[in-house]
DNA sequence: TTTTTTGCAAATGATTTGCACTCCG
DNA sequence: CGGAGTGCAAATCATTTGCAAAAAA
């Protein structure tokens, strides 16, 4: 766990950023918060840290997120739900499932997604650098909700 | 071509809603513009039929929009470059490669996906409704202007 | 020192909304 | 007819930006 959090130091500073409280604060936040019932959006991870010994601004949690995108740290989630982005903690590959009504966002890595890239760039001459799956449906609860279920 | 449009008509009818004008305007739009350079962004859709004989608004524009994105007709996607949203005719299933620096996309269907929503499904338990694969790069043309290439 | 990063507040701009009017069914 | 759909303009609100101050390297 904490030493997730040095390791993405460790990537940011490799990549030419400069370490600074804020960052690690919401690197560490991140990682911590790895499994919330829905990944967090930039004001929820401010709500959060603003009281910290670190002040931190809503501004820099924008600019850190941005920073932790581009270097492949984090993914930005879109629910299409609440018209704010989610964001997730990318350890390990894995795809979203996303719930259509409510917004909630689950991770599932059942399926094999190794050959994409490498096929997306046969397709289409890109030079490939990420990629992101989404499925979208509707959650056990509100299959319930909506009468779906049982 | 014309056939699409019609089908997608019935599609909407079947679904409860109404066929005016406009709808089967930006449907017509959509596949006629499907091949485009850069899918269009509600905005561009609007300019290019503004002032056609059936005049239409940007409110009704992203009405339609949003009500074909639910029927499954069309599938919204953001591309992270000019911060629209752009639209795609859905009309076989594909994925989109989507280039980081000019924001260019592009569709490609050489990976399947058949047995992505039901392990979803197997992993989750959500119903599931559809899916999204999002590939970011590169495009050679930005390769070229970056000089990593040639 | 020198450059990046931060914080604050104001600006931006895509998308949404309220309401009166139209028109499909 | 009646309710769904539309146009217009104003409102919303997540995200971005400019600039001066702070702090990495």
Redesign the pocket.
Known sequence: MENKVEHALNAL?AA????????SVIIKYLVENRMFPTHP???AIYEDLKDTP??????????????LVNTKLVLAI?NKT????HYDWFGTPHYHVICTNCGKIVDANNFSLHELPSLAAQATGYLIGSYQVEVRGICPECQVKLGLKK
Request: net charge negative.
């Open positions: 500073q030419g950023f400069r370490l600074t409280k804020q960052r959006t930039a004001e670190d002040q931190i601004s809503l501004a820099t949690v924008y600019n850190t997120l941005e920073t879109d609440d018209g704010k982005m």
